[in-house]
């Protein structure tokens, strides 16, 4: 029998993860399955943790939203020092749940989520390592790393609607940088809105940034929009809540292995969801193939 460690934000979903406990160890005493539980005290705290379990544990369970699995996904890879994870399960109970979405897990839908653990079986998937971060779904620079930052000042459970105020928020003032954009067989150099770094589709439980992407393909999916007005992106935005933006003049789509990211002012950067950098010049992404061991 699998032995798992559940590993839970209380936190995640604005308190959604506290609030599941009780239901969550019902529907794992009602599988039958051999689990223990660890509550997270603070950020960071999961890495710690799920760098811990995977020397004990079959299955290491992420129980909270993107920024939990970002939290335990980094603790299994680096207790993997470079090779393939330990299993990774989710249960989700975030505002995004992008990731879960991913693997064909419904957001709160702890029930399903247990049979999952409960019945499926592990596959590998791709990995995306920023410096020395990793990240399971998505990068985003610029643009979207500011209105990462904005989403932290709404404290409302709203779900992904916190994600959409703070898009608008940022329409108000955030000046579009000047990065230079390279990746395998190509580079760019100019005013950018956001580049997305992404392994999946959807990030901010809404927005299809990279519709094209797949997780098990060896390739980063690459999007670049250009700097456009403030008008423009009013008018470019319900098409990224379609995925339809790809087909868009300003945005272009290439898919490479690495990318790197020069920014002489300094941008923000978010990863699954979670604020990486608030102020920072040089990124390096690389493609781990097949490096995430998954409960799918």
């Not at 955030?174 to 990746?183: D, E, F, G, S, V």
Request: some cysteine; overall charge negative; hydrophobic content about 45%.
């Amino acid at each position: 029998m699998r032995k798992h460690k559940l590993i839970l934000n209380p936190w995640a979903g604005r308190g959604a993860g506290g609030r599941i406990r009780a239901a969550l160890l019902a529907q794992i005493a009602a599988h039958g399955l051999q689990a223990d539980l660890d509550v997270t005290e603070g950020p960071r705290d999961a890495i710690r943790l799920a760098r811990h379990a995977a020397e004990s544990h079959d299955v290491v369970v992420a129980v909270g939203g993107d920024g939990t699995v970002h939290e335990v996904v980094n603790g299994l890879a680096q207790a993997a020092n470079g090779g393939e994870t330990a299993a990774l399960g989710v249960i989700p109970v975030g505002t995004g749940d992008d990731f879960a979405y991913m693997i064909g897990l419904a957001r709160h839908g702890v029930e399903q989520a247990v049979t999952r653990l409960a019945a499926g079986t592990p596959r590998l998937v791709d990995l995306g390592r920023v410096n020395e971060e990793y990240f399971a779904n998505e990068v985003g620079v610029a643009f979207s790393g500011q209105a990462n930052i904005e989403s932290r000042k709404i404290s409302a459970p709203l779900g992904p609607l916190v994600y959409l105020i703070a898009v608008f928020r940022c329409l108000v003032g955030y000046p579009l940088p000047h990065l230079r954009i390279a990746w395998e067989g190509g580079s760019v150099e100019r005013d950018i809105l956001l580049a997305s770094i992404a392994n999946g589709q959807r990030t901010g439980g809404q927005f299809w940034i990279a519709p094209q992407a797949d997780i098990a393909d060896g390739q980063f999916e690459l999007v670049i929009a250009n700097a456009i007005s403030r008008l423009e992106i009013l008018r470019l935005l319900p098409k990224v809540m379609k995925g339809t933006h790809i087909y868009e003049p300003p945005v272009s789509v290439v898919r490479s292995a690495w990318v790197t990211i020069d920014a002489p002012v300094g941008i923000p950067v978010h990863a699954d969801g979670e604020l990486l950098y608030s102020h920072v010049k040089h990124l390096d992404f690389e493609l781990l193939p097949q490096k995430l061991r998954v409960i799918a």
